[in-house]
T-cell receptor, first 115, second 112 residues
Framework: ETGVTQTPRHLVMGMTNKKSLKCEQH?????MYWYKQSAKKPLELMFV???????ENNSVPSRFSPECPNSSHLFLHLHTLQPEDSALYLC??????????????FGQGTRLTVV | QKEVEQNSGPLSVPEGAIASLNCTYS??????FFWYRQYSGKSPELIMS????GDKEDGRFTAQLNKASQYVSLLIRDSQPSDSATYLC????????????FGTGTRLLVSP
């Protein structure tokens, strides 16, 4: 496998369910991101992990819980979501160096529907 | 002021014309700049990166960077209907740590 892979591609969950989104990058990068993209809205940065440390939590509700066990894997744990959380969830990775970031590469996204 | 600003569009151009997409950013010390293309329902894909002032050409695409004016642009020559998409500008920023910040994107429509 190459690049950034996300699973599942599609997810339908009830408001009382608990589910997790998975992201894996095979690029040797040291930073990983979760973005949310709602219909006809721009990308919203949710979380940033740099060198496996969470360095940003962009006022995201606690019903979203990220986990980065190592530099290649990133999870987004979901519980008691609301219908307005339905969106495309995108994972990305990049290489952070002294002078800044290299290009970020995105996974194909998880289309989440909360019913 | 938003960190990365783009006109949301839509920008409409006829097939064969040059499409010009613009982006301004707030962080004067940013060093890395990227353009992504996103088709509806798909994830963003990288099309250009630029790190130094001036122009960088890749096929029909030219990225232009002016750090003094904090301005980066993307020109698409000989626009095709298949170029119709949302174009996202991304800028690396140092806010205590390095992160990529995206603009809201400009929707481009190329009519046959």
């Amino acid at each position: 496998e190459t690049g950034v892979t996300q699973t599942p591609r599609h997810l339908v969950m009830g408001m009382t369910n608990k589910k997790s989104l998975k992201c894996e990058q095979h690029l040797g990068h040291n930073a990983m991101y979760w973005y949310k993209q709602s219909a006809k809205k721009p990308l919203e940065l949710m979380f940033v992990y740099s060198l496996e440390e969470r360095v940003e939590n962009n006022s995201v509700p606690s019903r979203f819980s990220p986990e980065c066990p190592n530099s290649s894997h990133l999870f987004l744990h979901l519980h008691t979501l609301q219908p307005e959380d339905s969106a495309l969830y995108l994972c990305a990775s990049s290489q952070v160096r002294g002078g800044g970031n290299t290009e970020a590469f995105f996974g194909q996204g998880t289309r989440l529907t909360v019913v | 002021q938003k960190e990365v600003e783009q006109n949301s569009g839509p920008l409409s151009v006829p097939e064969g014309a040059i499409a010009s997409l613009n982006c301004t950013y707030s962080d004067r010390v940013s060093q890395s700049f990227f353009w992504y293309r996103q088709y509806s329902g798909k994830s963003p894909e990288l099309i250009m990166s630029i790190y130094s002032n001036g122009d960088k050409e890749d096929g029909r695409f030219t990225a232009q960077l002016n750090k003094a004016s904090q301005y980066v642009s993307l020109l698409i020559r000989d626009s095709q209907p298949s170029d119709s998409a949302t174009y996202l500008c991304a800028v690396n920023m140092n806010t205590g740590f390095q992160k990529l910040v995206f603009g809201t994107g400009t929707r481009l429509l190329v009519s046959p």
